[in-house]
């Protein structure tokens, strides 16, 4: 299995087919060699390709799972048909760091001293803090090509709702303090 990588987009790509690895080659993938092998006798365990066109990355989706192929593609994925066989059904692999959500209790932050938020983009996640204490972890999402700013802010006065004219998109603020 040939495994390509770009970098524009932050995505790699799975292919058994030489052509299809050259031709992407061409266009600025990076070959990054062979992934794994999959099997050529054992046809046990195909896995289905559909191929999402209005993605910028993550175009792609492997599965086992016929049902979920069709799902897919009644949603306007197109069906690439059959990537491979595996050798084994195997277990699902872990959600992703940045998307395990990190639990407990929200704390009482109008009762909470010596209060900060800290955001590292390394991590993907904002840790609020009591004094050098953790007390509460969420899930961040920073901006991508290296556009969060850096430094130390101070929040002044806010009022209970934004909007952003620009953009076209804004919230209300519930429950903060």
Known sequence: MYRLYNSNAGDHHYTLNSYERDMLVSKGWRYEGIGWYSSDT??????????????????HNYTLNSNEKDMLVRAGWHDEGLAWYGVG???GAPAPQYQRPSGGVYPNLSVTPNLSINVSIADQRVYVKSGSNVIYTLIASTGVNNATPRGTFRIGNRGSSFYNAREGMGGQLLGCI
């Not at 054992?42 to 175009?59: D, E, F, I, T, V």
Request: proline fraction near 14%; glycine fraction near 10%; avoid cysteine.
């Open 42 to 59: 054992n046809r046990s365990y195909p896995l289905y390709r559909q191929y999402n066109p209005n993605a910028k990355a993550g175009a």
């Open 89 to 91: 059904p195997g277990e």
